[in-house]
Nanobody, 122 residues
Framework: QVQLVESGGGLVQAGGSLRLSCAASGSIFSINAMGWYRQAPGKQRELVAAITRGGSTNYEVSVKGRFTISRDNAENTVYLQMNSLKPEDTAVYHC????????????????WGQGTQVTVSS
């Protein structure tokens, strides 16, 4: 099992910055990729950014050039640096860990953090 604890959300004015942190514990050796999802009121949950075990990254188009996802392997922590924040970035942000375990065959599991609120005022 994997446990995820997020921190770093808060209230910021448009144009400001926040850094979200996601600390992973448990069976971290099984994690293939980690990412940040967000869900705003009345909207579907969407992938904001992801990073694979090999370090490849992927971003939602609206955050490219503004957000950066990174990993600290020594601390088993993933970060999301958010710059030039806009009101439309307001959402609950959840950390996700994707794992694969071998039980006769490879089985995929997803683990989720508790979420952290990001609010950007105009």
């Amino acid at each position: 099992q994997v446990q995820l604890v997020e921190s770093g959300g808060g209230l910021v004015q448009a144009g400001g910055s926040l850094r979200l942190s996601c600390a992973a514990s448990g069976s971290i050796f099984s994690i293939n990729a980690m990412g940040w999802y967000r869900q705003a009121p009345g909207k579907q949950r969407e992938l904001v950014a992801a990073i694979t075990r090999g370090g490849s990254t992927n971003y939602e188009v609206s955050v490219k050039g503004r957000f950066t996802i990174s990993r600290d392997n020594a601390e088993n922590t993933v970060y999301l640096q958010m710059n030039s924040l806009k009101p439309e970035d307001t959402a609950v942000y959840h950390c996700n860990a994707h794992t694969n375990v071998f039980r006769r065959t490879w089985i995929a599991y997803n683990y989720w953090g508790q979420g952290t609120q990001v609010t950007v005022s105009s």
